[in-house]
């Protein structure tokens, strides 16, 4: 394995990638492996290559085997055509992150977290969640044999409760400030043993990588003008740019899109420090969102994405709740049901390009990072209506 090093994202402190460390121990920012600059896309013609063995060269620290993986990544870059012409917006996809195993683009990041964990000797492995992380680690801990801790808001719906269980985690329901709680599981994690694959931890975002490398491909890498990715820890959103930057450096890409972090208007503390040209997000008040699984009100990440979109030359937007439910409608009118934070980035663009902050003739790409049947409580917002009738009756429709 060669030898790879982790800085950190505010003051470049370095440590060695064989050591579980997710914060920097000298200003608290987080830490992030180091970029990698030379690479190649292993093609190949077994249809049963799996997404690590495609982009190892990209992964150089980590020893991967053809069966480690539940079948995440490869998800399909849909081109939203009605959507285009009712916008008028010359290219517009949605990267359909449902389609992974626990349809949500966790597991891209949870596996790279499950297998570093290994790799550094842990047997236990746990997450802070508000939704899609839970049930991620939860399965991904049960395919390779390891003991797993859960804990999510004490409020958590019953309906997001049971797909979690399934797989059988420690699970904690914990009253008490939320935002808190991840920087407390880091310590507990420490004590206990319990290798944390929390929302922004390194290897989590090295994850969302893998997000950019496939979107290039996907487009023949003509690179898209804009990607807007629902924005909550902060974790994917810096893991696709990373993607990019990677791309770009090892040669595969000629430039790096513009990154849009689109949150919504009822948690959005990274928009509101961008408005305010502040370097610090500050903890966002009461929040309150339809978009539950953005609904993070101090991301850990939140600086770093400031940092981020400075260098990437790209900007924030944020949604109401009513724009979120229009946009979730007008995906459903595509044939695609997204979970309420997928349908972020659609409500996004619509106001940039309303606002002109968006030209017509771009390629855009939003990011879809969960599926519909997650949230389906969304329902009480819509009038869905059928029809009943007798069988003799049908011919009468
Ligand atoms: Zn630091």
New binding site residues.
Partial sequence: MMEVNLY??????KENINKNISR?P????PMEVELKTKGKIKYSKNIGQNLLEKYQNFFPYLDIKKEDTLGEGFTPLVKLDNLEKKLDIKNLYLKNESQNPTWSFKDRGTLLGILHAKSLGYKKVGTVSTGNMAPSVAAYASKFNMKSYVFVKDNIAEEKLNPILIYNPNLYKVKGDYGSLYYKSLKLGKEKDIYFINSDVPLRVEGSKTIAYEICEQVDFKVPDYIIVPTSAGGNIRGIEKGFREFKEAGLIDNIPKIICAQSEGCSPIHKAYVQNREEIERFKNPYTIAHAIENPLPPSGNQVLRMLKRNGGFTEAVKDEEIINAQKMMAEEGLFMQPASCVPLAALIKLKNNGKIEKDSTIVLIGTGGGLKYTSVFDKYELKYNQIDLESINNI
């Fill in positions: 950190c994202t505010g003051c470049n402190h920097c000298k200003c608290g920012e």
